[in-house]
């Protein structure tokens, strides 16, 4: 799952380390949901693992995107509520807005929720 902080009409995304196929390409950050874990649960847990911030909140955003081996990638916005995001697991970070969003070169998988980030961008 991945997780959407917005801020100021701006988007935070982060630049992969690996897969070397990924590496260097931007995304949202997150990752998986441990057994049992709910969708807000994994987000508070792997923000803080991978930015070292708290965040709160899960509401869904954009589609399901279909992954290898059955498996789906979900977005959800959250809200950033204390730290200052590092990149502890990543390249770099930036915050982008919605004109930036459409020509960053995001990983794949994160290119479906584009037009649902821009709305959220624009409000």
């Given amino acids: 799952m991945a ?41 508070v847990r792997e923000l803080r693992e991978e930015l070292g911030v708290e965040v709160r909140g899960a509401e869904r955003l954009g589609v399901a995107v279909p992954l290898a081996g059955g498996r789906e990638l979900c977005a959800y916005r959250v809200e950033l509520v204390s730290g200052d ?17 459409g020509r960053i070169d995001l990983v794949p998988a994160d290119r479906a929720w584009i037009p649902d980030l821009r709305e959220h961008l624009q409000r």
């Fill in 85 to 101: 995001p590092e990149p502890l697991d990543h390249a770099a970070l930036r915050w982008v807005d919605a004109d930036e969003l």
């Fill in 3 to 43: 997780g959407a902080v917005i801020r100021d009409g701006r988007v935070l995304l982060a630049q992969r380390l690996r897969p070397a196929d990924l590496a260097g390409l931007w995304e949202l950050p997150g990752g998986k949901a441990e057994p049992g874990e709910s969708a807000e649960a994994a987000l």
